[in-house]
């Protein structure tokens, strides 16, 4: 087939109504119209693309003919300005290779340490509410956690001045008109900052410190303030709501199916390691990876990304005009009963490295593809897995409310509830742990020894 012969795809003959919610919107005409339907949306003509081989060609082998662009995307600019994530061209090219050093694995595995504390500090607090029989929010919860470990990693010694500032993310959950206002008048601290370390001297081997020593590879120039102050907003948002909403909806999942948490902790039985799990050990842990893949599967925070076809091109049997918008949801790529068996259950063993070989690697997207993925994807992944470890080998969580969950969608997948959770404490291999209270509020962990008498672990 030629391009010339402009075949269209099939697709509902009415607009989509903006009073409906896109994301179910989408899911019923996936139902109705397989993998490749067109549609108008927001009054722009709209191919919903869900077939891997053709997402390929979008993302990856013709990406420079498709500019990220739509209405995800004008909500993302409003937010956060010319960001990373709403340019395009020579911009977002010169932007990605400022910013790429950043996320690199020496420079990721130098923050193992901050991740490592948030996540005990709130590790503590669920312990001891497993000790006195409380539940927990989990939803809130770690969304507080994640925002003070984004916080701590980019802004390093100044968290404590920024903190409250942006707490905003964690308690308003509306990423309407009216919150956009507010976060963008947040650029402002990022700049004095700056301004303040600039002034002083101050060499940082934070985010926000290696942003500022970043230089253009072209002109060797640094990035101005206005748009050093953009750029740290996208890596807050980015890095706090999307790692916030899967650790959400994986302790969902584990809640649901105990003998996944039973099987995880045996790993972990088996494969001991000290406080903190180093970068180098966390491939070993394969069960546990199995696990968030599974998890991202299901629930994957980007849930919708959008193109617009700058020239002319083809996908399969379909024309594609220029203009035309692309929708992209690895929501239903990674639940076609097409690509997956029984998509909506949770099967972390369907992750194995050999089952991976039998589909195609874009079956699985949660972070995207090609040159355009998420450049934060290495960092998500390590901060997700060093929560995981750390959890669950001291807690099992339960979640008695048997309601399916409800999905809510803004630049983000979430859960529309709030996950109310009771932890208990984890019975180590090789014996039972009592637990007490001790007056600082604190768990002391007690063992009983082979003549039955308690102590200490």
């Known amino acids: 087939m030629t391009i010339t012969e402009r075949l269209a795809p099939p697709g509902p003959t009415e607009p989509y109504n903006s009073t409906e919610d896109l994301f179910f919107w989408m899911n019923e005409n996936f139902a109705r119209y397989g993998d490749i339907y067109k549609a108008s949306v927001f009054g722009s003509d709209v191919f919903v693309v869900s077939n891997p081989v053709f997402c390929e060609r979008i993302l990856r082998r013709n990406w420079m003919n498709y500019a990220r662009s739509g209405q995800v995307v004008k909500r993302i600019s409003l937010l956060l300005g010319r960001g990373l994530i709403g340019s395009n061209g020579d911009f977002w090219v010169k932007q990605r290779r400022m910013i790429q050093p950043a996320f690199s694995k020496s420079a990721i595995g130098n923050l193992v340490p901050v991740i490592a504390g948030g996540n005990a500090e709130l590790l503590a607090t669920w312990k001891l ?195 035309t918008e692309i929708y992209i949801s690895p929501y239903l790529i990674q639940r076609s009963p097409h690509l997956w068996e029984a998509p909506d259950s949770f099967d972390p063993d369907r992750m194995t490295p050999e089952a991976e070989q039998n589909r195609h690697e874009l079956a699985l997207c949660p972070f995207g593809a ?19 470890m750390m959890f669950a080998r001291e807690l099992l969580l339960r979640y008695d409310d048997e309601t399916p969950p409800e999905v809510t969608t803004g630049m983000n997948l979430l859960s529309k509830h709030d996950f109310i959770m009771r932890p208990e404490l984890r019975m180590p291999q090789g014996g039972c742990t009592a637990n007490r209270i001790k007056d600082d509020n604190s768990i002391e962990q007690l063992r009983p020894c082979q003549e039955g008498r308690e102590t200490a672990a």
């Open 129 to 323: 509410a497993a000790a006195r029989g409380e539940t927990v929010n989990v939803t809130l919860d770690v969304s507080r956690m994640v925002l003070k470990v984004t916080l701590s990693v980019i802004f390093g010694d100044d968290y404590y001045e920024v903190r409250s500032h942006f707490g905003i993310l964690a308690e308003e959950s509306a990423r309407d008109l009216e919150f956009a206002q507010t976060f963008r008048l947040l650029g402002k601290v990022i700049r004095e900052i700056a301004e303040r370390r600039r002034r002083d001297s101050v060499i940082a081997e934070d985010f926000l410190g290696s942003l500022m020593q970043a230089r253009d590879r072209e002109h060797g120039e640094p990035m101005p303030d206005a748009q050093l102050a953009q750029e740290v907003m996208t890596l807050i948002v980015a890095g706090h709501e999307t790692t916030a909403s899967l650790l959400n909806w994986m302790w969902y999942l584990l809640s649901r199916h105990p003998k996944v948490q039973t099987r995880l902790a045996e790993e972990f039985d088996r494969l001991p390691w000290g406080e903190v799990p180093s970068m180098d050990a966390l491939p070993d842990y394969t069960y546990a990876r199995q696990i968030i893949d599974e998890a991202l599967r299901l629930y994957p925070p980007l849930w919708l990304m959008t193109r617009k076809a700058i020239n002319d091109d083809q996908l399969g049997d379909f024309f594609v005009p220029a203009g």
């Open 370 to 388: 090609g040159p355009r993925n998420c450049i934060g994807e290495f960092l998500a992944r390590v901060e997700i897995q060093l929560h995981l």
